[in-house]
């Protein structure tokens, strides 16, 4: 009798063929580099993802967690997969009140026999029967572990959200509780104060007509819940919210900790820009991409644009790391409005790095518009911004016949070609910007309209090594 082949099986079957093909191959992997698989129970360390330095490691690990993903969506009761979505907002108020409260510091100095709902409370001063459930909820879902009934621990999920600070420390000293840590707790705290405060308004935000089509950023879900037309910035300016623009700065320089700081060489062919070529970094921040740019290159010259208050801090910052840049005129900061017609003619490149995602079409019209105006046909505009891949597999082949490099990497069927939600963070970050800005990430056919419509073409996109979602460079020319 012949056996039954990999094409003709069951959903289910295919699925655990790739799930055992690769775990065969992440076992042989990790024990040849000696980087062990992790252990849930254990707490997070940088080690414990060591595995994923190895792209053949990292690749199997990503299939296997897709596909006992879709077997799960397979399997599971539809109205439970429905909710494990829909419910999103139970799940992140239990995050909320465990990470407000410090649990996760409380649990860390008890040890690895855990703490009863009661220990707890008697530290942090909840009521011990809620931080019970809500712990609960979340030890169901592999964040936090019940050791025996109403004692929890950590486990490495939840240790992320560890400042890695004594409590006594933390509750002493609330205000300054992410100060000089990774960055990550502060970055979830955010997420679960402005950006779920948001989430409530964002079907009133697309339902008013005064708003459903707006991309202004006034007009935002948050602008909604707060109850005033400020964006985010404005809000962050009140003199009583300064501890949340603190606590939003710490998250964002822990994202930024996570790109290595010189992937923007890999963002372009800049070895192809001749002596004395002028780069200008449009809304260009500090200069954190002009910093190795100017390094590798030194005999390019770069001109770092952004608003005053921005280009004030960037001269401290570029005085006490690289002042000969600035002596030599290699490199210039100046103020600019990139609303405004762009002052700089006839650059060999305009970078525009993670700007675009900050506003919504119309507004990047205009500021793509500014930059055509003052291109030669030498020019080259490079975006650097997360692709968003779709999630499906393109059978028509549109998207195949275009642009060098405009597919990611997808996943193997009967897989969801992006992953699924292996590669949610980068959807969030889209819907986050919807939510706080009125803004958006973009899928390449979008990015490649945009340019369309405003004399750009795209004409290759640089992907980095293991060609994750979240920035990729984008290479145009004036038509
Ligand atoms: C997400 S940051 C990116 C900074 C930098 N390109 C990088 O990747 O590190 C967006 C930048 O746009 C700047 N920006 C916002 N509005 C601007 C405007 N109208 N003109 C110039 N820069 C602006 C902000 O000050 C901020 O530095």
């Given amino acids: 009798m012949s056996q039954p082949s990999y094409a003709d099986s069951s959903p289910i079957r295919q699925l655990i063929v790739l799930i055992n093909q ?5 076992e042989a992997v990790c024990s040849q580099k000696s980087t062990p698989i992790p252990d849930l129970d254990r707490p997070f360390h940088p080690s414990t993802e060591a595995f994923r ?21 397979i399997l599971m009761p539809p109205q439970v997969t429905l909710y494990r979505v829909a419910g999103g907002h ?23 026999k855990g703490l009863s709902v009661q220990g707890i409370s008697a530290i942090n001063g909840q009521d011990p029967q809620k931080i019970g459930r ?5 030890a169901t879902n592999h964040v936090y572990r019940e050791l025996e009934p109403n004692v929890f621990t950590n486990n490495r999920i939840s240790s992320m959200m560890d400042t890695l600070k004594p409590t006594k420390e933390l509750f002493a000293d609330p205000e300054h509780k992410h100060d000089g840590t990774p960055g990550l707790a502060a970055l979830v705290g955010h997420h679960l104060d402005e950006a779920f405060k948001a989430a409530a308004y964002s079907w009133e935000t697309l339902s008013d007509p005064a708003t459903r089509l707006s991309g202004d950023p006034k ?26 623009q603190h606590r939003f700065d710490i998250g964002m320089q822990g994202i930024q900790a996570l790109q290595p700081p010189d992937a923007i060489l890999g963002a372009y062919n800049w070895e192809s820009l001749p002596e004395d070529s002028l780069v200008v970094d449009v809304g260009g921040g500090v200069g954190t ?47 600019h409005d990139f609303f405004e017609p762009q002052p700089r003619l006839s650059a060999a490149v305009y970078l525009l790095k993670q700007v ?35 999630a ?14 405009g597919v990611p990497h997808e996943a193997p069927a009967p897989l969801l070609a992006n992953f699924g939600a292996v590669n949610e963070m980068g959807y969030n970050a889209d819907i986050d910007m919807f939510l706080l800005f009125n803004s958006q990430e973009r899928t390449i056919t979008h990015t490649e309209e945009l340019l369309g419509s405003t004399g750009w073409k795209a004409v290759k996109v640089y992907r980095q090594e293991g060609d994750s979602t979240f920035l990729q460079g984008i290479e145009a020319i004036p038509v």
């Avoid at 793509?368 to 650097?384: I, W």
């Fill in 22 to 26: 690769n775990a065969s191959t992440l």
């Fill in 356 to 390: 675009l995602h900050d506003w919504s079409d119309e507004y990047c019209i205009k500021i793509l518009s500014h930059l055509r105006a003052a291109a030669v046909p030498e020019t080259k505009l490079v975006l650097v911004d997360s692709i968003m891949p779709f």
């Fill in 289 to 335: 991409s002009a910093l190795p740019l100017a390094i590798t290159f030194p005999k390019v010259k770069i001109a770092v644009q952004d608003l005053p208050g921005v280009i004030m801090d960037a001269k401290k910052i570029w005085a006490e790391k690289m002042p000969a840049a600035i002596e030599s005129g290699q490199v210039t900061l100046e103020v």
């Fill in 219 to 244: 007009a935002s879900p948050f602008a909604r819940a707060i109850n005033s037309k400020e964006t985010l910035w404005q809000f962050y300016e009140r003199p009583d919210e300064r501890d949340r």
């Fill in 134 to 138: 809500f712990l609960r909820i979340l």
């Fill in 53 to 73: 330095g190895d792209p053949v490691a990292a690749e199997a690990a990503k299939v296997i967690c897709a596909a006992a993903l879709q077997l799960a969506a």
């Fill in 392 to 405: 499906c597999h393109d059978s028509s082949g549109k998207m195949k016949s275009g642009l060098p490099g």
């Fill in 90 to 112: 139970f799940k992140a108020a239990a995050v909320r009140a465990c990470l407000e409260s410090n649990v996760t510091e409380i649990l860390r100095e008890a040890g690895p």
